[in-house]
């Protein structure tokens, strides 16, 4: 019976260890992913002044400009949308894996320290995006599993509250 425990055990970490390197892969795509939005919106910025300081006599420049805005534009919209995939992604691996440490009932949350890091990275660039509604299931089953152990997970609790309050989940 205890080699049955062992190998449990054992299972249970490469769970573990799976998903949070999943969770922080998407999370590494989707804040590479925002640094080319930055570098796209800066781009914005130069056209802008480009096309401020531009003269009459030159209107092919100011055409120029402005569809070279509009070109940059598309692509930080596309970039979003990837962006916001890969981070509905590691949120949802991170979810997965608290699901996971309340149904085995771990002693330590490392899925609280996932789901802060994907907090900090979101609320530090102030992104909004719409969660896909199998994560809000996610947040809410969660949420509801937490509230039967009011004592134990206060850090995970933490975390899904925190994420519940910007995403204005009630």
């Known amino acids: ?17 799976n998903l949070s390197l999943f969770s922080s892969n998407e999370l590494s795509f989707a ?23 531009s003269t009459p006599l030159n209107s092919g420049d100011y055409y120029y400009n402005q569809q070279r805005k ?14 916001d995939g890969h981070l509905n992604n590691s949120l949802n691996y991170a979810l997965e894996l608290a699901e996971f440490e309340i149904a085995n009932k ?10 802060s890091n ?14 896909n509604t199998f ?9 509801f599993s937490l509230l039967q152990n009011p004592l134990e997970y206060s850090l995970l609790r933490t975390e ?6 910007y995403f204005h989940i009630p």
């Open 106 to 115: 771990n002693n330590f949350s490392s899925a609280a320290i996932v789901l």
């Open 70 to 83: 509009m070109l940059i534009e598309m692509e930080i919209s596309n970039l979003k949308i990837q962006r």
């Open 1 to 17: 019976m205890e080699f049955r425990s062992e190998i449990i055990t054992e299972r249970n970490l490469k769970m573990n260890s």
């Open 160 to 165: 899904i509250n925190k994420l519940k309050l």
């Open 135 to 143: 994560v809000i299931s996610k947040i809410y089953s969660i949420s």
């Open 31 to 53: 804040q590479n992913l925002q640094l080319q939005i930055s570098q796209k919106e800066f781009e914005i910025k130069l056209v802008d002044i480009n096309r401020q300081y």
């Open 118 to 131: 994907v907090y900090s990275f979101i609320s530090i660039n102030n992104i909004r995006f719409v969660l």
